[in-house]
């Protein structure tokens, strides 16, 4: 099946700072990735969905000068959270799925965020 | 309304007893695709089973299989000889087929106790 390399896995950092956030499509094209932020004991929030090629669509609530999100090619995804701070940590994971009602996400691993 | 209400916040099983997780579901479009996932603590998601709004027959992988209620918007999981290594939060999601997007529900913490 369709394998998505996120990375990095955990990272931790001082308030205030920038930190990026990729995802890549191993073996195969994706033109879109989908964004999903999770916390503690709860369900995946979709943050927004990137389109290859063109601006993101974010779902409502969800700050785009905050998390900026490009696709520039067909294998890679990233998320910046910018100047970031204490809430937003989170655990952040990407995931792609083919187009169909019966496709599946095949997601990356996750990203542990830690703001300090 | 919720697109994916899963009603069991926590479940607890004996090791090699069935346990059923719930899930219902809201769509009115008639082409829909209903998902399992596992996430272990270490957070990753595990696609577990597929069922189609079409489909006939219930979907089976392995010791996981999907109750499908169409008239009763519901699907689901049923783990039969639950494993220590089954302990982990299940997520029940639907994909209709006219947006590209996934609705999750809340999740179910399952314990699989020895």
């Known amino acids: 099946g369709a394998v998505v390399s996120q990375h990095p896995s955990r990272v931790i950092c001082k308030s205030g700072t920038s930190v990026k956030i990729e995802c890549r499509s191993l073996d195969f094209q994706a033109t879109t990735m989908f964004w999903y932020r999770q916390f503690p004991k709860q369900s995946l929030m979709l943050m927004a969905t990137s389109n290859e090629g063109s601006k993101a669509t974010y779902e409502q609530g969800v700050e785009k000068d905050k998390f900026l999100i490009n696709h520039a090619s067909l294998t890679l995804s990233t998320l910046t959270v910018t100047s970031a701070h204490p809430e937003d940590s989170s655990f952040y994971i990407c995931?792609?799925?083919?187009?169909?009602?019966?496709?599946?996400?095949?997601f990356g691993d996750g990203t542990r965020l830690s703001i300090l | 309304a919720q697109k994916i209400t899963q009603t069991q916040p926590g479940m607890f099983v004996q090791e090699k007893e069935a346990v059923t997780l719930d899930c219902t579901y809201d769509t009115s479009d008639p082409s829909y695709g209903l998902f399992w996932y596992k996430q272990p603590s270490s957070g990753e998601m595990i696609f577990l089973i597929y069922q189609g709004s079409y489909d006939q027959q219930n979907a089976t992988e392995g010791r996981y299989s999907l109750n499908f209620q169409k008239a009763r918007k519901s699907a689901n999981l049923v783990i039969s000889a639950s494993q220590l290594g089954d302990s982990a939060m299940y997520f029940c999601?639907?994909?209709?087929?006219?947006?590209?997007?996934?609705?999750f529900g809340s999740g179910t913490k399952l314990n699989v106790k020895p």
């Open positions: 995931s792609h799925a083919p187009l169909g009602a019966g496709q599946p996400q095949h």
């Open positions: 999601a639907m994909r209709e087929s006219g947006f590209n997007k996934f609705y």
